[in-house]
């Protein structure tokens, strides 16, 4: 009897090491699976394969997933203006307005690089772009991607919005010495005589950096050392 019990707890054991060693096995090669197909999804966006992003969509990945330096894919795929990534994110249910570690959404990033239509897809999809702080137009400005500005304008971005420090997007026109968005946003009202936090202005950055061109536009709207 005590020889069959202990057959029997030993068989029980062994069944029972068999089915964790099972269990650990299924679960471990999910996890390997999932890793692959994020690490797919991601070099996917990266590069502007949007059949495979497509694909992966299709397969439950999720297109708010973010790289592993925080970035949220559609700001990945905006930022290098990869537009039928973009397309296929925003088809798939990706967050227009999800924002990387820094505080950058995708109309922010693709306004920088001066993507127009995917500045204009956003838009059209309800991305901010007034938002407090540093926002589209101000990163338009700074790198002098004059039909970008155009564009927020016309869909009523202010044109005197502050940064966190008080910048406005005509200050870091100046100090890209970018004289024709300069010119762009004096003519859609900028206001010349705001002052940052530190004192600048656009007419101090312009002085400092010695461009008369800038500096003649400022003073012939108005302003004043």
Known sequence: MFFNSLE??????????????????????????AQALYDRFVQAVAVDRSDEVAALLARGIDPNTVDPEGNPALVVAARSGFEPTVDVLLRGGAKVNARNQFGDSAIMVAALGGYVSIVRKLLARGADFDNPGWNALTYAAT???????????????????????????????????????????????????RRNENGASALSWAKRAGNEAIEASLRRHGARD
């Open 8 to 33: 029997s707890a030993v068989r029980r054991a062994r069944r029972a090491i068999g089915i964790a060693l099972l269990v650990s096995l299924i679960f471990g090669l999910e996890a390997a699976h």
């Open 143 to 193: 790198s002098g991607q004059n039909d970008v500005v155009r564009l927020l304008l016309d869909a009523g971005a202010d044109v005197n919005a502050k940064g966190p420090n008080g910048t406005t997007a005509l200050m870091m026109a100046v100090r890209g010495g970018h004289t024709d968005t300069v010119d762009l946003l004096l003519a859609k009202g900028a206001d010349p005589g």
